[in-house]
């Protein structure tokens, strides 16, 4: 197979690095970390990428993107399928599987997670990097939360709303590094490390697990992906499966 591979910078070595090992012809197009602040943005610049792949040229778009903050629920198939990881962020895809990820929120809930790709790719240069997958969200997910309720509720609702959220930050008690083993990242988790030490959180280097990135550019894609033919859209299902394929419209 062909296979155009849009993803995020923030996954930018493992996708290079899975591309390179992958049995078929993969392109990898990198997407900027800045458009989750607005995931309707982001949406808007996938549906025109996914759009533009040539039949001709492709046999399958693979996303390396999970929901991101809703950012693919509603994203349609263009010409050639298109095939999304079953997954609500991009830790799932940097732990390997959703059990997983599941267990670490159960244990440590106020976690701030630290990886390589994100860190280094940073709109803004030494700016925090916050929370993944709490209830405050990335610093990204909160602008664009923040975005979404001034336009339904108005700026002053909205800034008690985000007032109220931003308690959350108090329960933060863990800086957890990723090691995905693909670079040398003993300055990423320097960092994490001196993180936690500065605010009196306990540290942890987690291993990551690739496989799924492995899996989506392999073509490998029972169970753990979401494979959308033309003519369908991705909607997602508050369930174990976190999405499905319906009747575009």
């Known amino acids: 197979m062909r296979i155009l591979c849009l993803g995020c910078e923030v996954l930018a070595r493992p996708l290079y690095l899975a591309a390179a090992t992958s049995p078929h012809v993969v392109d990898v197009d990198l997407l900027r970390r800045g458009l989750h602040e607005v995931p309707a943005n982001l949406r808007t610049v996938l549906q025109e990428a996914v759009d533009a792949a040539d039949p001709v040229s492709y046999d399958a778009v693979a996303l390396g993107y999970a929901l991101c903050g809703k950012a693919t629920a509603g994203l349609r198939a263009g010409r050639v399928p298109m095939v999304v990881p079953r997954a609500h962020d991009c830790i799932t895809l940097f732990l390997g599987d959703r059990e997983r990820y599941q267990r670490e929120f159960t244990d440590h809930p106020g976690t ?138």
């Open 112 to 249: 701030f997670w630290y990886t390589q790709d994100y860190i280094e790719r940073e709109d803004v240069p030494g700016a925090e990097l916050t929370g993944l997958g709490i209830a405050s969200g990335t610093e990204d997910e909160m602008k664009a939360t923040y975005a979404q309720y001034v336009e339904t509720y108005g700026k002053d609702n909205a800034d008690y709303l985000m007032e109220a959220l931003g308690g959350w930050r108090s329960h933060y008690d863990r800086a957890a590094y990723i090691d995905l083993g693909v670079a040398p990242g003993e300055a990423i988790e320097a960092r994490a490390r001196d993180d936690a030490d500065r605010r009196g959180w306990a540290f942890e280097r987690i291993a990551g697990d690739l496989v799924l990135v492995r899996r989506l550019l392999a073509g490998d894609w029972e169970d753990d992906f979401l494979v959308v033919q033309p003519g369908e859209r991705v909607a997602m299902t508050y369930g174990e499966d976190v999405i499905r394929a319906e009747p575009a419209v």
